[in-house]
């Protein structure tokens, strides 16, 4: 079987790929295709793949190219994990909107807005590839925004996209482990968007075992969301939101946070990674050694300023394991290769799941995989408060997605002043002033 992975030159491939060596089932991938626009980040990432292979047994064979059509001819899966303008891109998306006084993260706020203008005609592009040259192909898709990214490229390939996610899984896994529970028995209740969802019931042994959460103060301040969102505020919500949440609930100081840095998170990973590819041409560098200590730098200092603002301390060993969105791909080809059903939680199209959005919206949700792809289970309404921020958001996506299907500016400039972390349409206005100014990708938002 042949997986095909674009972005292959990006740092979490080897990730995937260790994930693949450790699956030695019949019908296993036995080849990864690694297609990348910049070479240097593919003879990179190849020399820490040929070390993680070596000595183990039937590892798939490796090849790179910069050619998106050899890359996609003949694919059975194609991983996406493209970062349209890269690091530079995100760090100058979080400092315009720094800049405006609002929020700039890269999922998030403007800054995610931005991002998805620049991404989003892109992965149109490839989809088209894609149903023109590997139709029978399943596309699973990483790339940023990972629930807008998705919705654009599923208007190409329908269902054969499927949007993944670590986050809902490692949130969920780190819940069954407080309640000591087994994180693969339990059944997780979970509805959103992507980085916009909620748990919201988590059953073990067939009983929920949220309330028991929620009750207990010494066990919500066990876990990194409890610390980060306060006992108070999750026994209020009757839920447990995903870590995202953090940058609505507490927007005025996760602002503050971010304009009181040294440098934005987009900075510190550009900085970083600049790093490791410049010491990976060094042909004394050991490849797997500089990854990974290049890698748990990266984790342990992911979202420092939000637990900053909550006062929740360094993190945890066991808030370090996330869902492994490596492990998420791989459960997801097994399903579906190998007709072994599983349930997921993936961004998927709608269908009616939530009778709040359209059959079309692309939502986040536990799902049902097999051969035939991911169907979304059935799920409870969404209560009041989530219904107003995720309807908000997939306003915001529907006029990125308008912006960049048309050229539209005035499309433009409607998602940004309807997010509900940019309080003007004068900010929307400049905002959008000042990312066409720093991206050369965005001078098609050119028409009225």
Known sequence: MKLTILGGGGFRVPLVYGALLGDHAEGRVSRVTLYDTDADRLTAVARVLAEQ?????????????????????????????IRVGGLAGRAADERVALDEGVLGQETVGAGGIAYGLRTVPVATGIARRIARLAPEAWVINFTNPAGLVTEAMSR??????IGICDSPVGLGRRIARVLGADPDRARVDYAG???????????????????????DPA????????????????????????????????????????????????????????????????????PLATWDRTRAEREATYMAENRDVAGAGEREEGDLESGGYEQVALALMRAIARDERTSLILDVRNRSTLPVLDADAVVEVPCLVDANGALPLAADPLPYHAVGLVT?????????????????????????????????????????????????????????
């Open 53 to 81: 292979a070596a000595g183990v047994r039937d590892a798939p064979a490796v090849h790179t190219t910069g050619d998106l059509d050899e890359a996609l001819r003949g694919a059975d899966f194609v991983f996406s994990a």
């Open 156 to 161: 190409h390939l329908g269902d054969r996209v």
């Open 193 to 215: 968007l992507n980085h916009l969802g909620w748990v919201r019931g988590i059953r073990i042994d067939g009983r929920d075992e949220l309330p028991r959460l929620l009750a």
């Open 219 to 286: 066990l919500l301040g066990s876990f990194e969301e409890g610390r980060l969102f306060g006992a108070d505020w999750l026994r209020s919500l009757g839920a447990i939101p995903n870590e995202y949440l953090h940058y609505y609930y507490f927007a005025r100081e996760a602002v503050r946070a971010y304009q009181d840095a040294e440098q934005t998170r987009g900075a510190f990973l550009r900085d970083q990674q600049e790093g490791f590819y410049a010491r990976m041409k060094d042909p004394a560098a050991p």
């Open 392 to 448: 908000a958001v997939k306003a915001v996506e529907r006029a990125v997605l308008e912006a960049a299907e048309s050229g539209s500016r005035s499309a433009a400039v409607r998602a940004f002043a309807l997010h509900p972390l940019v309080d003007s349409v004068s900010v929307a206005r400049r905002l959008v002033e000042g990312y066409t100014g720093v991206h050369p990708g965005l001078a098609y938002l050119d028409r009225p």
